[in-house]
């Protein structure tokens, strides 16, 4: 019976030592993806409003249902793990936000360039900006459902408008 007990007794100390698994304690190193810095896809994004987001040759940032329009192919450019610029192949833009929220194109790629890219539950991805946060969240990239984009400080990881399809060019 005493046998037993500290055989308990030293089976729960080790499950409660630090770095023993299951524990809240287990802390993991951090792992390297430098293979993944600088790596470029070609895509249209597909908003699950159903709008393809693009660049028009003025600078202006949109969505239209025209998924032939050449103003629609993005290059995604990964600058580190999971933060990407998205520039329009045929206009040259970025897509960047300003720190009220609003989308719009610049020629270069500043902070204002960067995304955190995140693959959601559904499959689709989101875009939040790496530079501005409203009220200490992040603002993310939408369309709304005519296809105009939405404000950042109006976004939320969960709202439909900021979910984004990445579609090969064919």
Request: aromatic letters at 10%.
């Amino acid at each position: 019976m005493r046998g037993r007990l500290w055989l308990g007794l030293a089976w729960l100390l080790l499950a409660r030592a630090p770095g023993a698994s299951g524990t809240q304690n287990n802390l993991r190193r951090p792992r390297s993806y430098p293979h993944l810095e600088g790596d470029v896809r070609w895509r249209r994004l597909f908003s699950s409003t159903h709008f393809f987001l693009l660049v028009d040759p003025s600078g202006r940032v949109q969505g239209t249902r025209w998924h032939h329009s050449p103003d629609s192919v993005f290059e995604i450019r990964s600058i580190r793990v999971g933060v990407v610029a998205l520039k329009a192949v045929h206009t040259g833009f970025y897509v960047a936000m300003n720190r009220r929220g609003r989308l719009y194109g610049s020629r270069v790629c500043t902070v204002h360039c960067r995304f955190r890219e995140h693959i959601e539950e559904n499959g689709y991805n989101t875009y939040a900006s790496v530079r501005w946060h409203h009220r200490g969240r992040p603002m993310f990239l939408a369309l709304d459902g005519r296809g105009a984009p939405r404000r950042g400080s109006r976004t939320q990881r969960h709202h439909l408008s900021t979910h984004f399809l990445p579609i090969l060019v064919s």
